[in-house]
């Protein structure tokens, strides 16, 4: 093993410039001897400031390490660097899992801990060990760019399209890594207005992860039957069926079979939702990712303030949204000092003023004063409090309960 390090980081003093390319891919914990971690850790600090790290200068800069370095350039004849590199990387992985197992065995021992707790960590390891990348250097990151721009160009008008133009209007937060809050008051419509995106973007085949810790499955594919059939949803939950609603009943259900959307009702705490998006991602692949909704969410870590724990929570659904690069849609809860204002504020986010810190976009629901409810017609607000990428703003609408569906309201 150390020979074959010394060969390689013999390779890069020797011909510093032609091995340059090796210093991005490689890090200094791929290497197992201390030394030659040290070396290359030099190697890196020399390169950054932008010398060339050829073996006079590392010896300058490791005075210590004169002999040691000698030796390295003349055992320096590697004829196949790709496949060292890529054995000294394979070799820095196995030792990582050696030691997450080791780690996983003795959490096993531990009494205090539960079957779940140590399956969710030992999840959240093993998938970042085996999902982890490189950095991107800014030319890779450039030419990303580059291809993002180009693929806009091409395809004009947004590619996503939901049934509210209210959301198209503002669908980019549907196709790039945005971490998304839509908040409400109890019982205004956002799980609806949640379950209305997921469902149009899982019609144009994307794939929606939703994590759902207010409704179970059931009921969340109850809705989407409400919608797909027109069957009023009271109904549905009263058992009011009718021999003529049976046949749209298996029409829908055939339908909602079809999409692709998965609903995870296990995951309860910030750790186990990183663990399964992270791991639904690497198995399934993943396009976006809901949560539903963010008060709900607990953590393993104890703390004393609640907005402490809801920072943590939204920390880490930040963190699913640039470790899996898709856009994350959370619920939120306003708190009660909303009802007391003509419109609602940031300020309103229930229990952490770190919600609206970490999101790119934060919309709001709220009723509409100007329209009086009718029946199952529920008329609302949509306050864009938040948006990365252009400005805020309200638009209206109308939620008919029965179908579980926002409407546009247009504009006389």
Do not use: C
């Not at 609206?356 to 009723?367: G, H, K, P, R, S």
């Amino acid at each position: 093993m150390s020979d074959m390090e010394r060969e390689v980081l013999g390779a890069i003093l020797f011909q510093p410039e032609e091995n340059e390319a090796y210093l991005e891919t490689l890090t200094a914990d791929d290497f197992f001897d201390p030394r030659n971690r040290a070396v290359f850790s030099a190697v890196k600090k020399i390169k950054a400031k932008g010398l060339v790290p050829d073996l006079p200068t590392v010896t300058e800069f490791l005075p210590d390490y004169r002999t040691y370095l000698t030796g390295l350039v003349v055992k320096s004849v590697v004829v196949n660097m790709d496949m060292h590199v890529q054995m000294l990387k394979d070799r820095a992985a196995k030792r990582k899992l050696a030691q997450e197992m080791k780690r996983f065995m003795d959490e096993l021992q531990d009494p205090l801990k539960s079957a779940d707790e140590i399956a969710a960590s030992a999840v959240e390891k093993f998938t970042s060990l085996f999902t982890a990348s490189r950095e991107r250097t800014i030319t890779e990151q450039a030419i990303s760019e580059v291809d993002l721009l180009t693929a806009r160009a091409k395809r004009g008008e947004s590619q996503i399209k939901t049934s509210l133009q209210a959301i198209n209007d503002i669908s980019d937060m549907l196709e790039q890594p945005d971490y998304t809050i839509i908040a409400a008051r109890p019982a205004a419509g956002k799980t609806a207005l949640m379950l209305q995106i997921a469902v149009d973007m899982a019609l144009q085949r994307k794939k929606a992860l939703i994590f759902s810790l207010e409704m179970t499955p059931e009921q969340l594919i109850e809705r989407m039957i409400a919608r797909f059939t027109g069957i009023p949803n009271r109904k549905l939950r009263k058992g009011k069926i009718y021999d003529d609603d049976w046949e749209k009943i298996a029409k829908a259900v055939d339908l909602i079979s079809s999409l692709p959307i998965k609903i995870d009702e296990e995951a309860r705490t910030a750790e186990e939702i990183y663990a399964k998006a992270l791991k639904v991602a690497k198995q399934e692949g993943v396009d976006v990712v809901f949560v539903d909704y963010v008060q709900f969410i607990s953590t393993k870590e104890k703390f004393v303030r609640k907005n402490d724990e809801i920072a943590k929570v939204s920390k880490t659904l930040a963190d699913i949204k640039a470790k899996l690069h898709v856009p994350v849609i959370a619920l939120a809860q306003l708190n009660r000092a909303a009802e007391a204002q003509d419109e609602p504020s940031l300020a309103n986010l229930k229990e952490s003023g770190q919600l609206e810190q970490d999101a790119d976009n934060v919309l709001i629901l709220w009723d509409d004063d100007e329209y009086v409810s009718d029946g199952a017609m529920q008329y609302v607000e949509l306050y864009i409090r938040k948006y990365r990428n252009g400005e805020t703003g309200k638009k209206k609408l109308a939620f008919n309960k029965d179908k579980q569906e926002f409407w546009d309201v247009v504009e006389k």
